[in-house]
Every structure is written in C-alpha cells, then in structure tokens.
C-alpha cells in the first residue's frame, strides 16, 4: 500500500514569488492535512481537508492557502514568499478524520528554502 | 487553545537504560492524543493513539500511559534504533480543535552503543 506522496521534496524560491506544493494521499483517505514544521515552533498546523472542503484552518495569513480535489490530492499555495517560509511543509491523510482520534499518517514532506 | 509540553527537550541513554519520556497538555475535551517518532529528514511515523485516562498501549520496547493532564512514553531497554525525535500530539473535541493536531516540540532521544 503507497503512503502518502508529496511532491516535490525540495524546493528553492526567491522572496516574492509564490509556490504551489502537491500532496496525494493513501488511496482510500478523504481527510488531507497540511503542517508547517521549523526549528524554532515545532509542527503547526495550517489547514485540513475532507470531500473537497476546508474544515478548519490554522493562524497562519491569507498567503497561505490550500485545495483539495475529488480524488482527495491536495495541494497548498503560498504567495509572495518570506524568508520566514522556510520550512519542512508535512502534508497527513486519515481514513477516519471525521470520527473520534486516529492516527493520520504522514509524507515525507516538501522542504522549502525561501532565498 | 490546545496546548502541548514535552520535556525534557533531549535525552541521551545508553544502550539497556531504560528512561520515560513526558508530555504534558491541556485541551478542551481530549478526542486523543498521539505519540510520533521523526527520523532525521522524515515525516512523523505513528505510534500511538490515546483516548481517555488510565489506557495503555505497548508496541516492542514502547508503553505509552494516559492521564487527564500528561502522558509519558516509557522505553524499556533502548537500542541505538530508538534514537529519534518523539513528538506528543493532542486532539480536541470543541470549535478549532476539531480536525487538528496540537503538537508539542518533541523530545530528542539519542541512544548510544
């Protein structure tokens, strides 16, 4: 069974341009998740999706954005980047995210260094 | 808002010393918490899930334990294979906890030979 496949896993911008990060999750998995982790805060969480709709979205600004597709992939956008973007961007898929806690499994995550 | 503590923030033992590891939260209405490991330039792995006071779950030479306000990640007899970095995650049932995880910023075990 595949787990779940971000793409790509490195990524080099240059401040003010936008980036668009790719997630699929494991065939099957409906609720998609999206975490920002740096050194310096640990993992935050950014936004979380199911059937296509956004369910809750973290403190994070309105450059941050997300979708997610009726095949459950999902990607995230940020426009005009910071260097404060630098980060390991994890995306998590769940079979159950709609029900009582259960573990979502990660991706290897997206690192994007902001130049 | 959901908050998480973990200490302490490394941890070095030798190989066969067995030690605990702490996470301390507050959240309104646990739907559960999460115990991960992260290897060096990967993303979490999935340990644990607990859901209500006084559980337990054990997976090789891992016991994770559950109360109303910290769990601890007991490991008997470490190997060097266990050195990573443990991260504790909670989950809650009300408005914005609902679909997140709230993570601590991990504990880094090394285990030396």
């Known amino acids: 069974k595949a787990g779940v496949t971000q793409t790509p896993r490195y990524l080099i911008k240059t401040r003010g341009q936008q980036v668009t990060l790719s997630c699929s999750p494991i065939?099957?998995?409906?609720?998609v998740s999206w975490y920002q982790q740096t050194p310096g805060q640990g993992l935050q969480f950014l936004f979380e999706?199911?059937?296509?709709?956004?369910?809750n979205k973290g403190n994070f600004p309105g450059r941050f954005s997300g979708r997610q597709f009726s095949n459950s992939r999902s990607e995230m956008n940020v426009s005009t980047l910071e260097l404060g973007d630098s980060a390991l961007y994890l995306c998590?898929?769940?079979?159950?995210?709609?029900?009582?806690?259960?573990?979502?499994?990660f991706g290897s995550g997206t690192r994007l260094t902001v130049v | 808002e959901d908050q998480v503590t973990q200490s302490p923030e490394a941890l070095r033992l030798q190989e066969g010393e067995s030690s605990s590891l702490n996470c301390s939260y507050t959240?309104?209405?646990?739907?559960?918490l999460f115990w991960y490991r992260q290897d060096p330039g990967k993303g979490p792995e999935f340990l644990f899930t607990?859901?209500?006071a006084g559980e337990e779950k054990e997976k090789e030479r891992l016991k994770a334990t559950l109360t109303k306000k910290e769990s601890f990640l007991h490991i008997t007899a470490p190997k060097p294979e266990d050195s990573a970095t443990y991260l504790c995650?909670?989950?809650?049932?009300?408005?914005?906890?609902?679909?997140?995880?709230?993570f601590g910023k991990g504990t880094l075990l090394t285990v030396n030979p």
């Open positions: 999706y199911f059937s296509e709709t956004q369910r």
């Open positions: 995650a909670v989950q809650g049932y009300s408005g914005g906890s609902n679909y997140k995880l709230t």
């Open positions: 607990l859901y209500s």
């Open positions: 998590a898929s769940s079979s159950l995210g709609q029900v009582q806690g259960h573990g979502y499994t």
């Open positions: 959240v309104s209405g646990l739907r559960g």
């Open positions: 065939s099957g998995h409906r609720s």
